[in-house]
């Protein structure tokens, strides 16, 4: 059988998802988040070799939320190094991403740096280097893009407003000790970072070190070290998509990361990164349709890593 290119596969997934739509739900606890249409579907592949190509809204900005716990934490680890991993752990929680049940029960360090509480603890890290760690984000994350990208400060206020389990988990890691610096400047960092607007084209580049030993062909230039790079897709793989992890695993099998604004990107080592946006969730706060999409694409490029 003749091998599809990468530019039929998309279009043979954008088939594939549409029974998909109406499935899911958009996040309504961040208020500004919840009138994005469901209808939106964009996929933007970026390969180590240079090749990058797109389907659908892949070039419309939207609020990318969890997937800057990523570049958070490769800021972090750049700056301190190990000393990240005394603040926060390296296993899957189980829970969902913004419980707080672990946490008491282990002594204010969050399981991992991509639950909210670990996003936290290393927002808290980043609030030693700058007195504004959404801006290093912002800035780092562009950089790895190519181009500029913004903070939507309607989407951080909105979700500011109505952090309240974000707060009580600053609190409870301020009071163990875990985050240092005054809990509302903590949530607020966080809000204004988890507001970050990019395209599914700017975050396959901008996720591309990930795919090529760190190096990243967009900038020129190395963002991490090897080891780094393996032990991030390590996470990826186990704790980028919450508790629903091991099923993502097993549909999709490859490193990811998603955001409840309903944008995943996928990371095939050596080879290619892949992002998705579709605003609609499953309960675990992961995009239905972004899901289908990477399953189908893994499947049809066999590219899993499993
Ligand atoms: N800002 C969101 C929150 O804290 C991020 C959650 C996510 O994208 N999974 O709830």
Redesign the pocket.
């Known amino acids: 059988m003749k091998e599809l290119s990468i530019a039929e596969v998309l279009a043979e997934v954008a088939v594939l998802v549409k029974p998909h739509f109406g499935k899911g739900r958009t996040?309504d606890?961040?208020p500004s988040l919840a009138s994005v249409p469901g209808t939106k579907f964009g996929m933007a592949v970026r390969t180590v070799a240079g090749e990058e190509h797109v389907i659908g809204d892949a070039d419309e900005g939207f609020s990318v939320?969890?997937?800057t716990?990523v570049f958070a934490l490769g800021l972090a680890l750049n700056r301190i190094g190990d000393e990240v991993w005394t603040r926060v752990g390296k296993e899957p929680s189980g829970t969902p991403?913004?419980h707080l049940s672990l946490l008491e029960a282990e002594k204010g360090v969050p399981r991992n740096p991509f639950i909210?509480a670990g996003?936290l603890a290393i927002t808290d890290v980043l609030l030693d280097v700058s007195p504004d760690p959404a801006g290093l984000v912002r800035d780092f994350a562009g950089f790895l893009a190519d181009e500029p990208v913004e903070i939507d400060a309607t989407v951080a206020a909105s979700?500011l407003a109505n952090?309240w389990?974000?707060r009580a988990i600053a609190s409870l890691m301020r009071g163990q000790g875990t985050i240092t610096h005054e809990p509302e400047a903590v949530v607020a960092a966080?809000?204004r970072q988890?507001?970050l607007t990019m395209s599914c084209r700017q975050l396959a580049r901008a996720f591309l070190p990930l795919a090529a030993g760190g190096f990243s062909p967009v900038a020129q230039e190395t963002i991490f070290h090897e080891r780094l790079t393996r032990r991030l897709n390590a996470l990826l793989l186990t704790c980028g998509i919450?508790d629903s992890v091991g099923n993502f695993a097993y549909r999709v099998g490859l490193p990811s990361k998603?955001?409840?604004?309903g944008g995943i990107v996928a990371v095939i080592p050596g080879k290619a990164t892949v992002a998705v946006w579709s605003p609609e969730l499953d309960r675990f706060?992961?995009s239905v349709v972004g899901t289908a999409a990477l399953e189908a694409f893994s499947q049809i490029t066999n590219c899993s890593v499993l």
Do not use: D, L, P, R
């Open positions: 996040a606890y961040i939320q969890s997937i716990k991403f913004n909210n996003a979700e952090a389990q974000n966080y809000c988890c507001a919450y998603s955001g409840v604004g706060g992961t």
